[in-house]
């Protein structure tokens, strides 16, 4: 394992039953990287997490975080880890300033005033019971127990699914701050691709248990690209694109998003079929949606966050 890899995954299999979630996995994760973890529900993100937290044991492969096995971390590399998972189960009976108090308490290096700040700053109620908090409340909260010892790895699964556009906005702030250290490694998945889009510089996208993605956001954003295709006569209905996630033809028209439009491949249409080529940037919300070809991807525009 190198030593500026937080993470690494290697032939990562994981079976419930008869059924297999996770299929040959193959992973690394850099220090100070940020990566989104993309899929459609059931593709197996929240299974591939809590693998590498050592919350799942795995059917088949190797994992290692700072160098250990997952498994049988040592409790000085636990301390270097935040995780926020889909499931919050906190501490009813105790008062929201008391939590942070006690959690605190596990960490030598907690950085009370920080968490202090980020209750502030959330506007949690500090003197109310856990217990009658909102969803959303207790995910801010969960958000503050994770974040107050500064983690070298931060793990977060949906971490935003319960917040008001104000109340995610502020956090997607705060895990800014945190990404300008470099020594912090983050990974998160959501559903909600403009996040990613904010805050992640890399990408990784599961489809049935498989990684169908794995690079930069930049390289994926400039590669991917929606071709509009007008030709001089009519296009064959058999017309295709090499390589081709997606094609639409009527008449004379054609929509074809490619994952690489180079010049090489835009010239070839146009001189094959006499025809004009119109080349689209496309946001992170289509390229996802052009990735899963069981969704209607060619007419999806961006969805607009506040």
């Not at 030593?3 to 690394?28: A, H, P, W």
């Not at 990566?35 to 919350?55: D, E, F, H, I, Q």
């Not at 010892?149 to 701050?177: G, I, K, N």
Request: charged share 25%.
């Amino acid at each position: 394992m190198s030593c500026d890899e937080v993470v690494r995954v290697s032939g990562l299999c994981k079976s419930f039953d008869t059924k297999q979630v996770l299929k040959q996995i193959d992973l690394r994760i850099p220090e100070g990287a940020v990566v989104g973890l993309l899929g459609k529900n059931g593709a197996g993100k929240s299974t591939l997490l809590k693998c590498v937290l050592g919350l799942l044991k795995p059917t088949s492969g190797e994992i290692r975080v700072f160098g250990e096995d997952p498994w049988h971390l040592s409790s000085a590399s636990k301390a270097r880890i935040g995780y926020v998972g889909q499931d919050i189960s906190l501490y009813p009976w105790m008062r929201v300033r008391s939590v942070v108090d006690y959690v605190g308490s596990f960490y030598e290096n907690w950085n009370s005033e920080f968490a202090h700040d980020l209750l502030r700053r959330w506007d949690l109620p500090v003197d109310e019971r856990v217990g009658p908090l909102s969803q959303g409340q207790q995910q801010k909260l969960a958000l503050v127990l994770a974040l107050g010892h500064e983690p070298q790895l931060l793990v977060l699964d949906e971490p935003v699914a319960a917040l008001d556009p104000s109340a995610r906005r502020d956090f997607l702030r705060t895990l800014l701050d945190i990404a300008h250290d470099k020594h912090r490694s983050i990974v998160f998945s959501t559903h909600i691709t403009s996040d990613v889009e904010r805050v992640a510089d890399r990408v990784v996208f599961l489809r049935d248990g498989r990684i169908a993605y794995d690079d930069s956001l930049d390289n994926l954003k400039d590669g991917v690209k929606r071709l509009r295709i007008t030709a001089h006569d009519d296009l064959p209905s058999g017309f295709a694109v090499p390589h081709a996630l997606r094609t639409e033809v009527n008449g004379r028209h054609a929509l074809v998003a490619v994952p690489d439009a180079s010049d090489s491949v835009i010239e070839d249409l146009q001189t094959r079929w006499d025809a004009t080529v119109q080349v689209e940037d496309l946001s992170l919300e289509e390229i996802f949606l052009e990735l899963h070809p069981s969704e209607p991807a060619l007419a999806t525009t961006a969805r607009t966050e506040p």
